[in-house]
T-cell receptor, first 112, second 115 residues
Framework: QKEVEQDPGPLSVPEGAIVSLNCTYS??????FMWYRQYSRKGPELLMY??SSGNKEDGRFTAQVDKSSKYISLFIRDSQPSDSATYLC????????????WGAGTKLIIKP | DAGITQSPRHKVTETGTPVTLRCHQT?????MYWYRQDPGHGLRLIHY???????DKGEVSDGYSVSRSKTEDFLLTLESATSSQTSVYFC??????????????FGPGTRLTVL
């Protein structure tokens, strides 16, 4: 079993919908949780991160961590065709944050 | 792309030939990484470096070697390329993000096809 599980999709939704992307993990030592966005034929870029539990909001994006359930989510409100990309979750323990443990990535398609 | 360049950006080669991919950074980052990305597998770490001449293996290091003789360059070598090494290869560095988080930032990738 992988340490981080993420449904690869694709997830196809109409423009304007609320999107929910999720990862589950097994290692309770993970402290930092990151979401990267990767456009086609580009490198991943850091979108958002949270530390420990709770929510973090940045514009249309909200990252949520539930450590009791070992579950993280990324919500996208008012989704746009430009949000079409692969979204990868990554996480790390506090004492070795130079190493990331990656989910497989979810391909998101926003239909105009 | 975090000031990282990768070369070549595309390469087609034949089975059994040696291939070297280069990652170059100009900001004196200590940690550098090589990943491969394949459908259904996400990013998998091949090797990483934590300083000049200091390297360590990742989860998929078989068939790959690395070298770092200068801070700015991290080379990935496929000694004898196989078709299973057809992939997109990403280099990354470890840096502090604008909000204060140390994390990995990626180059543009090299698309390698082994025939």
């Amino acid at each position: 079993q992988k340490e981080v599980e993420q449904d690869p999709g694709p997830l196809s939704v109409p423009e304007g919908a609320i999107v929910s992307l999720n990862c589950t993990y097994s290692n309770s030592a993970f402290q930092y949780f990151m979401w990267y966005r990767q456009y086609s034929r580009k490198g991943p870029e850091l979108l958002m991160y949270t530390y420990s539990s709770g929510n973090k909001e940045d514009g249309r994006f909200t990252a949520q961590v539930d450590k009791s359930s070992k579950y993280i989510s990324l919500f996208i409100r008012d989704s746009q065709p430009s949000d079409s990309a692969t979204y990868l979750c990554a996480m790390t323990p506090m004492d070795s944050n130079y190493q990331l443990i990656w989910g497989a990535g979810t391909k998101l398609i926003i239909k105009p | 792309d975090a000031g990282i360049t990768q070369s070549p950006r595309h390469k087609v080669t034949e089975t059994g030939t040696p291939v070297t991919l280069r990652c170059h950074q100009t900001e004196n980052h200590r940690y550098m990484y090589w990943y491969r990305q394949d459908p259904g597998h996400g990013l998998r770490l091949i090797h990483y470096s934590y300083g000049v001449k200091d390297t360590d293996k990742g989860e998929v290091s078989d068939g790959y070697s690395v070298s770092r003789s200068k801070t700015e360059d991290f080379l990935l070598t496929l000694e004898s390329a196989t078709s299973s090494q057809t992939s997109v290869y990403f280099c990354a560095i470890f840096d502090r993000e604008r909000g204060g988080l140390d994390t990995q930032y990626f180059g543009p990738g090299t698309r390698l096809t082994v025939l």
